[in-house]
């Protein structure tokens, strides 16, 4: 606990004399250091969003940049795994393009190697998501999205997030069991978006 608090305050100490952060630094640092807490305290963020690392981000190790972009954003990560995806979850994580005519060159790409799935929480996520994954041909997709800067085709565009609040929580609820979503307090919650 001294350890903690020496190596800690130090790190804290830009916040000092800023009347507008002095409110948060009780909170923030029993947060860091351990102390007592009150949840409630903590703004009510709970908008969730299913985001993966298609086979072709996760053979071009990508993995790590895409993640980055959600941490560096603001975002709270509550689920991650690697999976191969079988051809039955992916029908029904794709149900509305079952019929569609590039469906089974999408279950092949989808199928041909593992990809990494995870759900990210924050204020507005799933739209703010979909904005920094761009359109989905990426074609269209500006640069400093993930599609516009690491993929040229619509059938490898190297990541996938929901594209509602509804879908959303079905895409969630078909790749994760709810033991699997962690519930967790982030330190500088407090800081980057307002209560
Ligand atoms: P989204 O991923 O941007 O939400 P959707 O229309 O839901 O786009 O399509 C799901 C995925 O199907 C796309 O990300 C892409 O991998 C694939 N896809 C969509 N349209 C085409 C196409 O015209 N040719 C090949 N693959 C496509
Ligand atoms: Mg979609």
Not at 21 to 35: D, Q
Not at 58 to 83: D, H, P, S
Not at 112 to 123: A, D, L, Q
Not at 129 to 136: A, E, H, I, L
Request: proline share 6%; aromatic share 6%.
């Amino acid at each position: 606990m001294l350890l903690q608090r020496s190596i800690l305050l130090p790190l804290l100490s830009p916040w000092r004399g800023h009347s507008t952060n002095k409110a948060l630094m009780p909170r923030l640092s029993a947060t860091l250091l351990g102390g007592p807490r009150s949840k409630s305290s903590l703004p009510d963020v709970k908008e969730r969003t299913l985001v993966a690392v298609k086979p072709d981000g996760v053979q071009r190790r990508l993995v790590g940049q895409i993640i980055c972009r959600f941490e560096q954003r603001g975002f709270k990560l509550v689920g991650l795994k690697m999976l191969q995806v079988s051809e039955e979850l992916l029908s029904q994580h794709y149900c509305q393009l079952t019929q569609k005519p590039f469906y089974p060159s999408l279950v092949q790409y989808m199928t041909s190697g593992p990809v990494v799935v995870m759900v990210w929480e924050g204020h507005n996520v799933v739209q703010a998501s979909r904005v920094m994954v761009g359109p989905t041909n990426p074609s269209a997709a500006q640069a400093g999205t993930v599609r516009g800067d690491f993929s040229l085709h619509v059938s490898r565009n190297v990541v996938h997030a929901s594209d509602s609040l509804e879908g959303a929580e079905r895409e969630i609820h078909l790749w994760f069991q709810g033991k699997e979503l962690l519930k967790w307090d982030c330190w500088d919650q407090a800081i980057t978006c307002e209560e």
